[in-house]
């Protein structure tokens, strides 16, 4: 298992006029389980098909434990890697595909037979190991793709791309589970690329959000969830996202139309002058009092388990997510509260503040 | 204006893909929901005529369709794989049916309808595209557009937005409901997770081993479901499956714990978000186990736990939260959100009064 350092990474693939990554320098540590998070286009798998040699970066090194990899090819870099879709040998049974990792690399008979039976237990295809992949369903097929990634424990790191994509809806919740016990476990170093972030918050030590080929924040599902650092994040992670409205500082006070929701925490760092104000529908309750943001509810979508209630107000559309007890219907008129430290500030989308609720008047 | 399925079944190599399919559809949306090889994808191949059942009719505006051939019928079909055109524009692209419709449309009309649609799913801009330089979000808008600029009586979408990104997802989906909300036009609407079911709050149809296992609204069919195979479509994250007969904290089993619901052994069935950590009520259930893993998403924490005999749970609790694997703890299933199954047929045996 191996550190992974980039230093001053970027690439463009027409010579230079465009880039598809940004400079980015940051290091990845032995044994984390890493996610890559981002829209399709945001450079996510240039930057992983750096890591694993599939590309050369125009610009910048790659190191595995401070050796400088970038001009090896994926074989030299000795990595393990799972793809989108599965790519097995047909003319071998599930275990010969399993096994087939392995035995490249003179392992011993025993230990093969025992890491493959490990591994096919690991990911609930143990009865088919001596069938031919082809003959399966395509989401069997890629968990022995998957299963081929794993097989290896002398690999510096694993690296994933988009790998649960075939995988049913409901068995997506128990594989999640048994990778992420399975890293627990063995503390590979693993990359993991995916437009889900529900894969990427659950399973990764660190999530690095991705947006037009720049690194806009990294950090754990909470870090991302709770203090988001940019609009960006703000809106991709969480669903549905945070909600943006237009507002105002004055003299420390924070105005949404002509609604004091609060004060700012920093009062003498942040200018007068517009606003974004941030708040998740997590975050957003009903004012009983009568004090918060006037709103009208223009839906009420029942989830099942919650609700989420779409309102419009005088500065932009609302999401607020509700428990099932909340008794509301279109049309009505309602005040929002906003949760004290769970509202931020943005500017040119970076955040620049946070508002202090107990100010509100 | 209606569809009416009625009795379809079909066999293939001895293999059940249909049985006994009747529904009907009114205009707006239908959603068919169930997991994969649910059959799904064959009754919506049926409706558009691409395959012939072996049994059954359907009817559009009480017309038989059956004796129709494909092209002569009034349906559109938009697959899960975005199908366009890539030597056409995108205006072509959404044109293109038009332009070999029978009775002739004038040139003046199609280039209403093309711009009409495609202000409705927001791509004007980009009528003069290629697609290749579009995104795949932008491309299955191309794709859903055509399908509604020939004005069919039947649109059919399978999966529309299973290749899409999670957030695009999420976009389209409520645009999706917008404009079908108004069109004049029975559209079948698959998928794989029920949220997109409940978000719709449609006319909702379950599926399951080529079968309609129940029919209704999305809700009630989240909240009343018929069977096991209903409660698990209608189920994201999964429903928790518990025999009754686990050990209650204070050594009951579950089962007499619930015994004025129903005596015997049977299946539990309770969402992860009604198991608490800590007692929200005297008549709580509590249940003790073993920490596997948890997993934080920021605004939940999916807590999985080992019962005994090799039982499983999730519990999904609000915020970020961490715990020891390995640990021992005790959880509570809230008793008003348990469900019961008959663990032979999968029959529901009771289910909560309320929507939990």
Request: with cysteine; aromatic share 6%.
């Amino acid at each position: 298992m191996a550190e992974i350092r980039l230093e001053n990474v970027a690439h463009s693939y027409d010579g230079g006029s465009t880039f598809a990554l940004n400079p980015i320098s940051v290091t990845w540590k032995d044994g984390n389980a890493v996610a890559l998070l981002g829209p399709s286009g945001c450079g996510k798998t240039t930057l992983l098909n750096i890591i694993s040699g599939l590309l050369t970066p125009s610009v910048g090194r790659v190191y595995f434990d401070g050796v400088d990899v970038t001009d090896l090819d994926t074989a030299k870099r000795n990595v393990a890697q799972v793809f989108q879709f599965p790519v097995l040998y047909d003319t071998m049974t599930v275990r010969q595909n399993l096994a087939f990792p392995l035995k490249n690399r003179n392992v011993s008979k025993d230990v093969i037979a025992e890491r493959v039976e490990e591994i096919a237990e690991l990911l609930g295809i143990s009865k088919y190991l001596d069938i031919r992949p082809l003959k399966l369903r395509s989401d069997l097929q890629q968990l022995v793709s998957l299963g081929r990634g794993l097989v290896r424990k002398d690999v510096p790191a694993i690296l994933f791309d988009e790998p649960l994509t075939v995988i049913d809806q409901n068995f997506k919740w128990t594989l999640r589970g048994r990778l992420k016990e399975m890293h627990n476990n063995t503390r590979h170093t693993l990359v993991y690329v995916t437009h889900d972030q529900t894969e990427a918050l659950t399973f990764a030590d660190e999530v690095v959000v991705l947006n037009q080929g720049n690194i806009v924040q990294t950090g754990t599902a909470s870090d991302l969830f709770l203090t988001p650092q940019d609009e960006f994040v703000g809106f991709f992670i969480g669903s549905p996202g945070m909600n943006f409205l237009d507002g105002k500082v004055n003299d420390g006070a924070v105005m949404v139309g002509s609604t004091r929701i609060g004060t700012t925490l920093s009062a003498t760092t942040i200018a007068n002058g517009n606003v974004r104000v941030g708040i998740r529908p997590e975050f957003l309750s009903i004012d009983e009092t009568g004090k918060g943001l006037p709103v009208e509810i223009n839906r009420v979508e029942h989830r099942g388990g919650y609700k989420l209630v779409h309102a419009d107000s005088v500065q932009g559309k609302f999401v607020a997510k509700l428990d099932n007890e909340s008794a509301l219907v279109a049309g009505q008129s309602v005040h929002l509260a906003f949760h004290p430290e769970r509202t931020y500030l943005f500017r040119d989308s970076k955040v620049c503040g946070t508002v202090n609720v107990k100010g509100a008047k | 204006m209606t569809l009416v399925a009625s009795q379809l079944s079909l066999t293939h190599n001895g293999e059940v893909f249909l049985e006994d399919i009747s529904f009907t559809a009114s205009p707006g949306i239908t959603v068919l929901v169930g997991p994969t090889l649910s059959g799904k994808t064959t009754l919506m191949r049926v409706l558009a005529g691409l395959i012939k059942s072996d049994s059954g009719s359907i009817t559009v505006n009480n017309v038989d369709v059956g004796a129709i051939s494909v092209k002569d019928r009034s349906v559109s079909f938009v697959y899960q794989q975005f199908i366009n055109y890539p030597s056409l524009t995108v205006f072509d692209n959404i044109a293109s049916p038009l332009r070999v419709q029978k009775p002739k449309i004038k040139k003046d009309e199609i280039k209403d309808r093309v711009h009409e649609v495609a202000q409705m799913l927001r791509i004007t801009e980009l009528l003069d595209r290629k697609p290749s330089a579009l995104s795949g979000g932008q491309q299955q808008r191309v794709a859903i557009a055509r399908s509604l600029a020939r004005k069919s009586d039947v649109v059919l979408l399978d999966e529309p937005l299973a290749n899409l990104d999670f957030k695009l997802r999420e976009q389209l989906r409520d645009e999706l409901q917008r404009i079908f909300a108004d069109a004049n036009m029975m559209v079948i609407y698959s998928t794989a997770e029920p949220l997109e079911a409940l978000d719709m709050a449609a006319h909702t149809i379950v599926m399951n081993e080529g079968r309609v296992e129940q029919d209704g609204k999305a809700l009630d069919l989240y909240s009343r479901p018929n069977n096991l195979p209903v409660a698990q479509a209608m189920s994201d994250p999964p429903l928790n499956l518990i025999s009754s007969s686990v050990a209650t904290a204070n050594s009951e089993s579950i089962g007499s714990a619930l015994r004025d619901k129903f005596g015997g052994t049977f299946t539990i069935g309770i969402r992860p978000h009604n198991i608490s950590l800590k007692s929200e009520g005297a008549r709580d259930i509590a249940i003790s186990g073993k920490v596997r893993i948890a997993e934080i998403t920021g605004s939940a924490t999916y807590l999985h736990l080992d019962l005994e005999n090799a039982q499983k749970i999730v519990l999904e609790i609000d915020g970020a939260q961490n715990f020891t694997s390995g640990s021992t703890m005790t959880v509570f299933l809230d008793r008003s959100a348990v469900y019961g199954f008959d663990p032979k047929t999968g029959a529901t045996l009771f289910a909560p009064s309320a929507v939990r």
